[in-house]
């Protein structure tokens, strides 16, 4: 009787899973197939996935080859289950050939030969083209989009805009893209945007963009006027187009797993949250000379928020903020209480003054802690009375984060709504409406010499 493993994502599965199931069956009498989580998947840089766990799980039950199916949820998890499991045989594709060698000390390993032209990704890009993107702005984030955007299938940077050609054109030559300087030409060239120009022309670039058809990927904070918001959510429906607001860490794997956790009960019912996120900047920086929309809330409060409204919601009862400026008037720290039915939170945020960045939630049974930089999420840890039970959870986080973002924002163009709760519109535009309340407060601050919108 020898038992057979093999693992894989089966992602709209073709022929090419079937007969490296049906080979892999016939190597013994009993298979076992671990099929990937979406999570685990997003963790080894496997992005872009379109069938979900359970849709995958029933493709590889029609085959009738496997005996048995688990779920494979973490690196390092197959040795594990070849000494659960009692496996003489662990079977997988000939793309992998040497990489599971370590597995000889187990159980015999076997690489089957791989099936030639055909594959999920191939699959996926005939499903679902090429999404060119446009990107609007050349400053330090579209930097930092490119060589993320770059590991996403199914997107390629095409060309970007900025109202001032030289800084289009620097950039453009930078990333061999081309650059633009009539926005006309440049949506002709695109089918979906990103905007990253400064907070105060998200409002027109998207609203443009919407216009010409383009789904729009907009960096935080989307909008700074509650109504705004909800126009162009509305209008994208309309349209049927995706406007989403990107907060990387509402997408990361590891915050998406702290949420599920801090959700699931185990640390009691949620009476407390504090997320703090500072970051000093040179005081001729942008953030900190921009008399309009600089300063520390605009710059990080979306991060901070972000935890607060996805345990407690939209619905506070109270909010108030406490801030500390510099000579121009804006705001170096930042601190924000809310109250809720059952709960109360802070979110602090800094430009000018240091402190301890970490994401605090706090449970009638237990607390979850995460430390800086917490808004990338790789590691928290979840507390109890018992100072002895700690519990540790990691996920990985990769490069600048971005790519998840980019990853989900495909996913829902090509139709899977999947994505949607790990930032909602409802959540986008209370977003908005905070940080128009907050500037509103803070105007009679703001020492503003010249005349802007
Ligand atoms: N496969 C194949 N021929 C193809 C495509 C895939 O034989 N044309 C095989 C792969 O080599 C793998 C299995 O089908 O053995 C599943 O492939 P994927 O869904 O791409 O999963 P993969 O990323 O290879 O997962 O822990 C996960 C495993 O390490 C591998």
Redesign the pocket.
């Known amino acids: 009787m020898a038992r057979v493993i093999?693992?894989?994502?089966?992602?709209l599965f073709?022929?090419?899973?079937y007969?490296?199931?049906q080979r892999?069956k016939a190597l013994g009498n009993y298979l076992i197939v671990?099929v990937?989580t979406e999570a685990?998947?997003k963790a080894?840089g496997?992005l872009n996935v379109v069938d979900s766990l359970v849709t995958?799980i029933e493709n590889i039950k029609k085959t009738g080859f496997a005996d048995e199916i688990i779920i494979?949820e973490t690196q390092g998890?197959?040795v594990n289950d070849i000494r659960k499991f009692h496996i003489d045989i662990f079977?997988?594709?000939?793309?992998?050939t040497g990489?599971?060698d370590y597995l000889k000390d187990y159980c015999q390993v076997v690489y089957?030969?791989?099936?030639?032209?055909?594959?999920?990704t191939m699959l996926r890009e005939q499903n679902s083209p090429i999404q060119r993107i446009g990107i609007i702005g050349s400053g330090r984030i579209a930097e930092r989009f490119i060589p993320e955007a770059k590991l996403v299938s199914g997107v390629s940077t095409q060309g970007v805009y900025n109202p001032h050609i030289e800084s289009a054109v620097k950039f453009a030559q930078k990333w061999e893209i081309n650059a633009y300087e009539d926005l006309e030409a440049f949506y002709k060239a695109v089918d979906i945007v990103y905007i990253a120009s400064p907070h105060e022309t998200h409002y027109a670039y998207i609203q443009s963009a919407l216009e010409h058809g383009r789904h729009v990927l907009c960096e935080k904070p989307m909008l700074l006027e509650k109504r705004q918001a909800e126009e162009l959510f509305h209008y994208a429906k309309k349209k049927n187009l995706i406007l989403f607001e990107g907060i990387k860490t509402a997408y990361c794997p590891g915050f998406h797993k702290l949420m599920g956790i801090a959700c699931s009960g185990i640390i009691g019912n949620i009476r407390n949250v504090e997320a703090c996120f500072t970051k000093l900047e040179k005081p001729d920086s942008r953030e900190l000379t921009d008399t309009h929309y600089g300063g520390s809330f605009t710059e990080l409060g979306s991060y901070v928020m972000l935890p607060i409204l996805k345990i407690f919601g939209k619905d506070y009862t109270a909010i108030q903020f406490d801030t500390i400026h510099n000579e121009n008037g804006l705001d170096i720290f930042t601190k924000v209480s809310l109250k809720y039915p059952a709960g109360v939170a802070t979110a602090t945020c800094g430009l000018g003054v240091k402190s301890e960045g970490r994401l605090l939630i706090a449970g009638t049974k237990g607390y979850i802690v995460a430390e800086a930089p917490w808004w990338k999420t790789s590691y928290f840890e979840v507390h109890y009375e018992d100072a002895n039970r700690i519990e540790k959870y990691s996920e990985t986080f990769l490069g600048d984060g971005l790519r998840y973002e980019i990853s989900d924002f495909l996913s829902m163009i090509n139709g899977s709504n999947n994505s949607e709760f790990k930032l909602t519109r409802g959540e986008s535009v209370v977003l908005a409406g905070i940080m128009e309340q907050f500037l509103k407060g803070e105007k009679r601050n703001r020492k503003c010499t010249d005349k802007h919108p």
Do not use: M, P
């Open positions: 093999t693992y894989g994502t089966f992602d073709h022929e090419g899973h007969r490296l199931l892999a671990g990937t685990y998947d080894r496997k995958r494979e998890q197959k079977a997988i594709g000939s793309d992998w990489v599971f089957l030969e791989r099936t030639k032209n055909i594959s999920s």
